[in-house]
């Protein structure tokens, strides 16, 4: 689960936006809140930071969090929300340059403690 710190430090990154919008005009779906963006999103919405926080929590996160705590077991707290975050903002992607890296870093890791 992300820490406090690292949900604030998330929203900040983020950015509050309380009413619908598309930052691409070509998008299929719209944006609120914290980023959330889907086909529940609708042109006329508007959010408070209450239910914005809300959905953030309860419907965009565990899917990032399940997937860095899955794939990366040892890592900090610091070093979690982090991921998360940065997952959140771009995806999570077995086939990212970061992924890759700290699954290298894991991997040297564990073979010094051997």
């Not at 997952?87 to 086939?95: E, Q, S």
Request: proline share 4%; aromatic share 14%; hydrophobic share 30%.
């Amino acid at each position: 689960m992300i820490s406090q710190q690292g949900l604030s430090k998330l929203k900040e990154f983020e950015g509050f936006r309380s009413k619908a919008y598309k930052p691409v005009a070509t998008e299929k779906y719209w944006t609120i809140g914290y980023g959330h963006y889907g086909p529940d999103v609708s042109p006329n919405d508007v959010w408070s930071e209450e239910k914005a926080t809300e959905v953030l929590m309860k419907q965009d996160l565990p899917k990032f969090t399940s997937h860095v705590e899955s794939y990366f077991p040892n890592l900090n707290q610091h070093q979690k929300d982090a991921m998360i975050s940065f997952c959140y903002n771009l995806g999570f992607r077995t086939d990212s340059t970061l992924y890759q890296k700290i699954k290298l870093l894991e991997s040297r890791k564990l073979q010094n403690l051997l």
